[in-house]
């Protein structure tokens, strides 16, 4: 391609929206351009990048077994009505009705159309496992799209389905599923990729595993311990926290007058927030059914973590009337003395393996001192559970050394979906004995642009992307410098014409533009090989040859372009393998 | 790929609801699945067609120049109000709000969208021409929706766009991307596809062709002399029609009563049609304006001439008050004496160059006699056209032999768009001299699922389609007649594993189904080569081997396939080249 001809503009200043690495890079370099919020277009080079990305996840997909498939972008409401999501996803699902009034939707995941798909044409034990995938556009109606392509409402997605006889075919499909993965992340040249354990959310089901592009405008918390052999999200993480009960001193009841935060007690009592216990309401979303939950005072209720150990999908904060239905004071709940049979309790570990808490009365103006679990509640109806949130440097499960938090881009997530789809949508199966059977169901998606933009999150250096060979837009550059002067045209001509014939993706940059302003498009362009042609490296029948990512230039003869390329390919390729 | 584990059903019988081949076929086949009315699931064999043809697509549009970009589904309203085209297309464009209240709407096309990116992308003259082309799901809210993927709501289409400095430029390049067409049309193995002049409607512009697949089925009618070198279709065919005038007698009134129509009329005063003028009127749909039309009594006004003509772009039969306000009586109205100051007055040349017709006399049950156009209308402010529709068997105007209809359906078109879009949403560039100007703007489409179902209307047997090589899902079908037996089992193994190692892309049915079923889901499947192995074959170290469309097999030693199938696939291949 000839860069006179080529479609997308290079910008110089930073857009002024655009906070993130790649946002302005993917901007500034031609790859994208914003229609709406959120709603981008792909420019040449961008489109290329993802066609090169697309081709490296169908072959991995195709690797493990996958058909390719494509199901519309426009869904009848029925098929989510059936499952439930139709009702139960917000705003963000795109609702609309048809010219003869029929609601339909904008999918922006597939689990319905393709349960409905197999549930037509798979019948038979024989016919499984089956997995099938999709590159596809999907619509998400975000609240607040931002950061370029890392959240948009509109994207292309790779979302795959498998469906299994059983739960343990399943997981020995999500093993191959979760490698290649690995491989994809690898063959896109992303430096960076953390598989961690997941909670599945909205999806259902339970085992699941977010790939994380780790970088620091990511907007998940990842955390780690120091050789990664711990990697979870904040929703599912969990410390090997050890608790002091201490010996146990009498319950006293104390006036805290004015005192009603963790931090008012402590500093009343001169107490650390450690040393008392918070109570926090909640409410199930849907039935308004109350949960008293007791944690540690310097600790935070994990919703995600208290939402599986109650089994309600989804929490809100308790408002004053339901908890004084409940017979509790606002700002003084206590667990001394609360109703199980009214209010469902929850204790986390910290506060019923710690001793001598700072408590809440019950009371307008009271604590309790030395509130001691085993003790004070002893045969309470309650649950003991995990469920605070882990703190930067709490002691890691596996090793306990300090975990480390950093920031990553969810660029891929994998789901063990169980039979969450298959038994509301009767996708079934006949076993060995004629006996139907719900499939077991597995799904894997990944956000095609939002891996794009991730990899020039993880590499860039100041003047622009440094696009790994695997995806680059182009192998090689060639920059004329003075192509009027000294043949530098002509050699670039032939260079040009020599370098495609040989197979190498090549754009030239054939406008005659200043040098300075070449190089920083060429940089913002990102192409890993570069061949600069001037009068001044003619005069030795040379080129200089330049890596994307380095400062170092070297000297080449001409005639020496085609084959010290076709080996650096060969070399740059093969890592990637 | 195996059988065993495809997904996609055959299914015996015809779907009620499938009265084309194309529908039929790509249902039985599992090929398409619908997910609701006129959108449908691509199983994995129709997407393996539906990819091969895009390639095709894309390396054609890639040899003229073209630079693939994406742009979205999802469009902000504002772009088509820039047009014009958010209030003058109907209920077609499916119109939404967002979660935020922005009217959105789903692309039917996208002339708005590669507009509004090539005018931020393009300012020089330098940098002119280009082409830009997608590939890419399109919605149009069909009102009915038919026939499988001929007409459907939801559709993957190339679209593609040129820009140029000028209509020299683009008549050019049109002629380029007309070649273009003809070989992806002929890549794709259909055999009888022509490109007719078309008037180019909605879309505006002037010059524009489309593609018609010659079938039974088609919706469009197509209009031919016999070597093809007439090709045009119902809107803009004319014909070389030759009219008698006569001897012109003196004009007569004479009572009609009851008699109203041309039949009547004509039976009433014992005359045929074709001495009869026809008076019609119609308004501009949008101002109101009133048309008088008048025609011979044996032919037809074809409203896309007369839009033409008169430059209405929609027109629409004129009610009765609109008539009486204009001093005409409906059902008599006469051109004697119709003033050409308040109604617009168009004759068609078969009414101006024919005499002494029987026409209106404005006044209830009456006509005259004798009207000659010359005489009875001197000194009329009207316009002569051809707006007449022609007829088959009517004079071909280039050889003069009578014209063929046939059916066909519409592939793909071109057009000349000219400044339409360019100069209501200012896409302008600098030319020579730093003066603005509009870009001179060309588009051209191909609908990806309708060209596969093309290539089946034009290529299949009572069985099943009959894939061209170019586009199968497969190029040949390994068929294993009780594979437990004798070996069969074991060959058909190493058959598969040689064949997909020599690179030749196989189906292999594993099944062990009874023969008759499996050649029957062969015959669906359509794929252009087919190896049977049986114990009977195998007796003799032998294979059958059957090309799809014929009846007749051939006995080859089992060793000999695998250098019969390359010679074979290369000489099919050379044939689309």
Redesign the interface.
């Known amino acids: 391609?000839r860069m006179?001809?080529?479609?997308?503009?290079r910008i110089k200043e930073d857009p002024k929206d655009a906070k993130t690495v790649s946002h302005k890079f993917l901007i500034r370099g031609?790859y994208v351009?914003p229609?709406?919020a959120g709603?981008?277009?792909?420019?040449?080079v961008?489109?290329?990048i993802?066609?090169k990305i697309e081709k490296i996840i169908r072959e991995e997909m195709n690797r493990v077994?996958g058909?390719?498939?494509?199901?519309?972008?426009?869904?009848?409401a029925e098929?989510w009505q059936e499952s439930g999501r139709y009702e139960s996803v917000g705003?963000?699902l795109?609702r609309?009705k048809?010219?003869?009034d029929?609601p339909?939707l904008?999918a922006m995941t597939h689990e319905e159309?393709i349960t409905?798909?197999?549930r037509?044409?798979?019948n038979s034990y024989?016919?499984l496992p089956?997995m099938?995938y999709q590159i596809?556009?999907k619509?998400r109606?975000e609240?607040r799209p931002r950061a370029g392509l890392i959240r948009v409402?509109?994207f292309?997605m790779k979302d795959a389905y498998s469906f299994h006889t059983d739960q343990a075919d399943l997981e020995k499909y999500y093993v191959r599923c979760h490698e290649a993965y690995v491989r994809i992340f690898r063959r896109l040249g992303m430096k960076n990729v953390l598989s961690i354990e997941a909670n599945s959310g909205m999806m259902g089901g339970k085992v699941s595993h977010e790939f994380m592009a780790i970088c620091d405008c990511g907007e998940d918390t990842v955390i780690t311990n120091s050789d990664h052999s711990y990697r979870a999200n904040r929703e599912i993480a969990v410390a090997a926290w050890k608790f002091d009960k201490g010996e146990p001193l009498p319950l006293e009841k104390v006036h805290t007058p004015g005192a009603k935060t963790i931090e008012e007690v402590a500093d009343f009592l001169g107490v650390k927030a450690e040393n008392t216990g918070k109570a926090v309401f909640y409410q199930d979303a849907r039935t308004g059914e109350l949960v008293f939950v007791l944690i540690r005072g310097d600790f935070e209720v994990n919703e995600t973590k208290l939402g599986n150990a109650v089994r309600i999908p989804e929490l809100k904060f308790a408002d004053d009337a339901a908890i004084l239905a409940a017979g509790a004071v606002p700002g003084f709940a206590s667990p001394v003395g609360i109703d199980g049979k009214k209010v469902r309790i929850v204790i986390d570990r910290s506060a019923a393996e710690s001793g001598n808490l700072v408590v809440g009365a019950n009371e307008t103006g009271y604590h309790y001192k030395n509130f001691n679990f085993d003790r004070d509640m002893a045969g309470a109806e309650c649950l003991v559970a995990d469920i605070a949130t882990v703190r930067e440097g709490d002691p890691c499960p596996l090793t306990g050394e300090p975990l480390v938090f950093s920031r990553g881009i969810e660029v891929g997530n994998i789901f063990q979906l169980g039979t969450k789809y298959t038994e509301s949508m009767h996708c079934e199966y006949l076993d060995r004995d004629g006996k139907a059977r719900p499939m077991v169901m597995g799904c894997y998606g990944i956000g095609v642009g939002r891996a794009m933009a991730a990899v020039i999150e993880q590499s860039s250096d100041e003047y622009g992307p440094i696009w790994p060979l695997s995806i680059a837009p182009y192998q090689v550059q060639i920059c004329a410098v003075n192509p009027g002067k000294d043949n530098v045209g002509e050699v670039c001509e032939k260079l040009y014409a020599d370098l495609q014939a040989a197979g190498i993706e090549v754009l030239y940059d054939d406008r005659g533009e200043k040098a300075g302003s070449m190089f920083s498009d060429a940089d913002l362009l990102g192409i890993p090989f570069r061949l600069v042609v001037s009068p001044k490296t003619l005069a030795d029948g040379q080129a200089e040859f330049k890596l994307r990512g380095s400062r170092d230039a070297e000297r080449i003869a001409v005639e020496e372009a085609i084959p010290l390329l076709k080996r650096k390919i060969e070399a740059e390729n093969a890592k990637y393998l």
């Open positions: 391609m006179s001809q080529l479609v997308g503009r031609g351009r229609v709406s709603i981008y277009s792909l420019l040449p961008g489109k290329r993802v066609a077994d058909q390719e498939v494509l199901m519309p972008v426009v869904l009848p098929l705003s963000e795109l609309f048809d010219r003869n029929k339909m904008l159309g409905h798909l197999v037509t044409e798979i024989k016919q089956v099938l596809q556009t619509y109606d609240a409402r509109e292309t």
